[in-house]
């Protein structure tokens, strides 16, 4: 493929991205592998429909394949959610998301341990005039790709960060992790809250992306941000986001 040449001003300078040359940061989901998983959710399932004695498999003599699939966006795999995975007003990933790239910057961090045991990410700098910022935690084992974050207290976000990167108009978070809050919280939810100024200043076009996966041969830099969806209209959905390093 020929190069696709993308300009982009950032900070009065201007940047390029390739947008033939991007590196994929979800986790594909395989029924017959291991997959990540969170909160107890059913885990992602694709069978072939039945229908009568027709059953939609071009393995067992059907002209196609026809599955049904069962997913639970929060618990399988990589997705994006907006502000209405915790309002009592219905709003959709997908009216958030709109069309748009963004500048995003890749940050690697190691999650502080603090006395409770627990692990947080509590300090990070990024560069100014950056729209969306892209955590990964290390270790970065491939296991991420299938791990069961259930009962495991994964590392999350202080509450003081999530504020600071709604302050400073960070409209996309992503990160490698099965959420920004500590997993019992008692229902504070306090980064979520803070990052979408819930219920204060509701950030309508904001959005989180958890459970990603950035393989350690990128290098932490400026990318330009596309996440992909299937247009839900539901709080979250399973998405492909993609960055192009921009240079
Ligand atoms: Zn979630």
């Given at each position: 493929?020929?190069?696709?040449i ?15 040359e ?8 395989d ?9 107890f ?18 393995r067992q003599g ?6 049904d ?6 618990g ?27 500048i ?7 999650p502080?341990l603090?006395e409770n ?15 969306a ?8 084992h ?13 590392p999350?976000?202080?509450?003081e960060?999530?504020k600071r ?14 959420s ?5 919280d ?14 204060e ?14 393989d ?6 400026l ?6 969806i299937p ?10 986001p ?5 240079r």
């Amino acid at each position: 493929m020929s190069p696709v040449i993308f300009p982009v001003l950032w900070n009065g300078e201007t940047l390029h991205a390739d947008l033939n040359e991007g590196y994929c940061i979800a986790i594909p989901l395989d029924h017959d592998r291991p997959q990540p998983n969170a909160y107890f959710a059913p885990p992602y399932d694709a069978i072939p429909h039945h229908e009568g004695e027709w059953i939609g498999d071009t393995r067992q003599g059907a002209s196609v394949n026809f599955y049904d699939i069962r997913l639970n966006p929060h618990g399988n795999g990589t997705h994006t959610e907006c502000v209405g995975h915790i309002t009592k007003e219905r709003h959709s990933v997908h009216r958030a998301l709109g069309p748009g790239r963004w500048i995003a910057q890749l940050i690697s961090v190691y999650p502080l341990l603090i006395e409770n045991g627990d692990r947080i990410i509590n300090e990070i700098d990024w560069d100014e005039g950056i729209e969306a910022i892209i955590l990964r935690t290390l270790p970065n084992h491939a296991d991420k790709k299938g791990r069961i974050y259930s009962n495991t207290n994964p590392p999350y976000l202080s509450s003081e960060i999530a504020k600071r990167m709604a302050e400073k108009n960070i409209e996309h978070l992503l990160l490698d992790l099965p959420s920004v809050d500590r997993e019992n919280d008692e229902g504070a939810l306090a980064a979520h809250k803070a990052f979408w100024r819930y219920p204060e200043n509701k950030r309508l076009n904001a959005t989180i992306t958890e459970m990603i996966f950035v393989d350690n041969a990128v290098p932490d830099g400026l990318y330009l941000l596309e996440i992909q969806i299937p247009a839900l209209e539901l709080d979250a959905s399973p998405s492909r986001p993609y960055i192009y390093p921009l240079r």
